[in-house]
């Protein structure tokens, strides 16, 4: 019993260490503020931070305790089309943040075009994803 009681707790501690250190790391290189600029929603900042809260604890239920949200298909499609605008929107800010499509760019001696470059991954990530999941692989 003791055993069980002194595991919990240090799960708990680690689990608090790992949040922590994500979070310091998305305020350490400003992705919540430049997230809220890219979308001229600077002054809604706060709205952004809630929003990221309120997506992590609804997370940590549905894969810690096994939650079930009774939605049926059309749910699942609205959530997974949800979950896939956050990652990616989260993945572009800190690309954006690291400035790594220029610095690409310029290492390739590419000009023009980076824009239909940055839309034909998008759409290669999503057609990807698409056959994924209709094949339920």
Same mark, same amino acid.
């Given at each position: 019993m003791a055993g069980t009681v002194v595991m919990g707790i240090a799960s708990f501690g680690g689990g608090v260490l790992v949040a922590a250190g994500v979070v310091a790391l998305l305020v350490g290189l400003g992705i919540i503020t430049r997230f809220a600029?890219? %979308?001229?929603? +600077? =002054?809604h900042n706060e709205?952004?931070? !809630? +929003?990221? @809260?309120?997506g992590a604890v609804f997370g940590n239920l549905l894969t810690v305790y096994g939650?079930?949200?009774p939605a049926g298909r059309p749910g699942l499609a609205?959530? $997974?089309?949800f979950a896939g605008i956050y990652v990616g929107g989260w &993945?572009? +800010?800190l690309a954006e943040v690291i400035r790594i499509f220029p610095i690409y760019a310029?290492?390739?001696g @590419? !000009? =023009?075009g980076i *824009?239909? /470059?940055? /839309? %034909? &991954? %998008?759409?290669? =990530?999503? !057609? $990807? *994803?698409?056959?994924?999941f209709y094949m339920r692989w």
């Open positions: 600029g890219i %979308a001229h929603m +600077a =002054k709205l952004y931070e !809630t +929003a990221v @809260l309120c939650m079930r949200v609205v959530m $997974g089309l &993945i572009m +800010a310029r290492r390739i @590419l !000009t =023009k *824009s239909l /470059i940055v /839309i %034909a &991954i %998008a759409l290669g =990530k999503i !057609t $990807g *994803s698409l056959i994924h």
